[in-house]
């Protein structure tokens, strides 16, 4: 109303107010008055940027999601993978004709496709269904349809995931049934890290289907390159149809390195399937525990979260000492964890002359009861000048630029919800020679006070987290996700950095892990510095995976921030080198990464279908099950099911009247028009 008053006064003063102004008739000057009042009023609505605001109804089709299990299992069991895949395209274009279509495959991963390999190496259903009730949260979804075997050997029980479904599954039968003659190794298992001479087990499930009454050979060989040496052999003598037992094998571990073994079982029996009959394990040696030495001031829950994360990794031992217990001698330890020191006694002292003379690695967790200036003199990395005996309540901030290790920017972003941290109070001055991972964080502001900081690579690695109660983040940390996992990932990370030796090397080359699955893709890390030890990536660098049998893969690295990095994608089995290269100042570097990638054998292990749960699955959703020469009759049940319709959704969207364009013209009609009248009358 505002704006049309406001072109009224401006069309009064212009043409009412304003008599000098001639005009042949009063007609034309009430003419001109309206299209001022018009354009005016126009213009000041078009300056408030008003949005529009219009409803409308939309119609969804009710829709189907067809999950296709992509495993190798279905793959082997289907006379024609070809023709199976165009009888399942065929059936979703005839459903249609009254459903939205949707087609996903689950297997190694849960991906959208209409496409099918069915070669993937594992089997999870439950992730699958779990997709699928996640979808119907969102959509008009009526049904879903499961194609599989039923045999899973990834994920929980899919029975388990069923019982939320808001509509019906239905399932078709894929597979054979038919019990076969078959000797196998249901699972064979190891620890995955052992020490130079010392003995350890293999434990191997046997398994035996109709072969009542026959002797297994079973036997455990060390596979290197192309051949093995057999080690150690055991038998069973199988009793009943369906037969299964336990063997153990005590091996003594050998010289430091990734090391692969291989159980095999064999009888006089013709069997069908022979791919089940070894499993591979992989046990990587290690010369012998590094020792961790945590020192504190006293009781405290930080130091049971230390320890229940260090016990988890067998590469390390941990040892405890009070200030008023510490033994001093730091030779035999690979790093050194203080709590809530140093303080401002004798023994202190002796703890901070030992750690600056032994240039043993350090990582320092403060606290209310820190002596700034003793911790000042304990490191170079940090200097707080307290201003008095409190501590403020700080949360994580994360820093994108930090790259001393491989963090997850999802564990990141996750960490900035954890409870706070009680860290000293007073000015920060920070050392260049760090990186900082999180920055402390005061209620929603973000400060550039470091809270967790690392050394860069030199003489002595060091490490301080500002602040204590870091056991809240690991309680916090189950109570979101039911794991410790971002939590131990994190300080098991800080602790490997610490404590792996530095051999000041300037290039180093690193994996993603000592052992992946063949169905795992393989990243290879290197890293460059310069003669001041910071890190930089100027140069190109190349990469080449070399197999125990002589294949060589070339590779150049891609270089991110200040690392490189490199996605191998997938390798067959077997023990590997990367040999990275580079040049740089005219001086070639060279550094290499030992590794070894497992097959996976989850899909072969089992091949007999479970049609029992496909049936069970269907039942308990009020679905059905059909077999895979019986999709038309699936798509006509699915095609005349009444209660399918469609549903009419209210919209409602908004625009700035801005983006009107006709109000643009109309503008300029009225203004061109009311120019043409002043012309024409002789008002110009």
């Known amino acids: 109303m505002l704006c049309i008053l406001l072109g009224l006064i401006y069309a009064t003063v212009l043409y009412v107010r304003d008599r000098r102004l001639v005009l042949p008739s009063n007609i034309l000057r009430y003419a ?17 940027e008003p949005y529009l605001r219009s409803a409308y109804n939309e119609e969804i089709r009710p829709e189907i999601v067809i999950l296709q299990d992509n495993s190798s299992s279905v793959g082997v069991a289907l006379e ?11 059936f979703a274009q005839k459903l249609d004709s009254k459903y939205d279509v949707s087609v996903y495959t689950i297997g190694d991963e849960w991906s959208s496709s209409d496409t099918f390999s069915l070669n993937e190496q594992s089997t999870d259903l439950s992730t699958g269904l779990d997709n699928v009730r996640q979808l119907g949260k969102y959509g008009n979804i009526v049904a879903s349809v499961l194609l599989s075997d039923g045999i899973y050997n990834a994920g929980e029980n899919p029975e388990y995931r069923v019982k939320d479904l808001s509509f019906p599954l239905y399932t078709v039968a894929l597979g054979d049934t038919t019990p076969q003659v078959d000797a196998r190794v249901t699972k064979a298992v190891s620890n995955k890290i052992v020490f130079a001479g010392d003995q350890f087990v293999i434990k191997a499930d046997i398994a035996a289907s109709l072969m009542d009454g026959e002797l297994l050979n079973i036997k455990v060989v060390s596979l290197r390159g192309n051949g093995s040496a057999p080690l150690k052999s055991s038998s069973l003598k199988v009793e009943g149809n369906t037969f299964s037992d336990e063997v153990e094998f005590i091996l003594t571990a050998g010289s430091p390195g990734i090391q692969r073994y291989q159980i095999e079982v064999t009888s006089s029996r013709e069997e069908t399937n022979s791919e089940n009959n070894t499993y591979e394990v992989i046990v990587e040696v290690l010369d012998a ?12 829950p930080d130091i049971s979260a230390i320890r229940a994360t260090v016990d988890n990794n067998k590469n390390y031992e941990l040892e405890l000492y009070s200030i008023e217990e510490y033994p001093g001698n730091l030779k035999e330890y690979s790093l050194v964890i203080t709590h809530g020191l140093p303080g401002n006694t004798a023994k202190d002292q002796q703890l901070i002359n030992d750690i600056k003379q032994t240039a043993v690695p350090v990582l320092i967790i403060t606290g209310e009861s820190v002596m700034a200036n003793k911790l000042n003199e304990l490191q170079s990395l940090l200097k707080i000048n307290a201003k008095n005996s409190g501590g403020n309540k700080v949360t994580t901030s994360g820093n994108k630029g930090f790259n001393l290790f491989e963090f997850d920017e999802a564990d990141v972003a996750a960490m900035a919800s954890y409870p706070p941290l009680t860290a000293p109070y007073g000015d ?10 999180f920055f402390q964080k005061v209620g929603s502001v973000s400060t550039n006070m470091p809270l967790v900081m690392y050394s860069q690579p030199g003489r002595q690695k060091s490490a301080i987290i500002c602040g204590e109660n870091i056991w809240r983040w690991r309680m916090y940390n189950y109570l979101q996700d039911g794991n410790h996992d971002i939590f131990d990932k994190w300080l098991d990370k800080s602790i490997q950095y610490l404590a792996t030796k530095d051999d000041n090397k300037q290039f180093r080359v690193s994996t993603s892990s000592n052992v992946i699955q063949a169905n795992e893709r393989l990243e290879v890390f290197a ?5 001041a030890f910071e890190p930089i990536n100027t140069p190109e660098a190349s990469c080449e995976i070399i197999a125990d049998d002589g294949t060589t893969y070339p590779f150049t690295f891609s270089k991110t921030g200040t690392r490189y990095n490199l996605n191998a994608g997938f390798l067959p089995p077997g023990n590997y080198t990367a040999i990275g290269k580079t040049t740089y100042n005219q001086k070639q570097f060279v550094d290499s990464a030992s590794f070894s990638v497992k097959e996976v054998q989850l899909e072969t292990a089992v091949t007999v279908a479970n049609h029992r749960l496909m049936f069970k699955l269907a039942s308990e959703t009020g679905g059905s099950m059909f077999y895979a020469n019986q999709l038309d009759l699936l798509a006509d049940e699915l095609l005349n099911e009444e209660s399918a319709k469609p549903i009419l959704l209210e919209r409602i969207s908004t625009r700035s009247i801005l983006n009107l364009q006709w109000l ?13 009248i002043r012309k024409w009358s002789g008002g110009y």
């Open 289 to 300: 525990q590094q020792k961790i030495l945590l020192v504190s001031k006293g009781p405290h």
């Open 80 to 90: 024609s993978p070809e023709t199976y895949s165009n009888g399942l395209r065929q």
């Open 32 to 48: 001109l008055f309206l299209l001022r009042s018009i354009s005016v009023a126009v213009i000041a609505i078009l300056l408030l």
């Open 428 to 437: 920060y001055n920070v050392s260049g020679a760090v990186q900082i991972l």
């Open 527 to 531: 890293e460059l510095y310069n003669e």
């Open 664 to 676: 643009l013209y109309l503008i300029i009609l009225l203004l061109a028009v009311e120019w043409f």
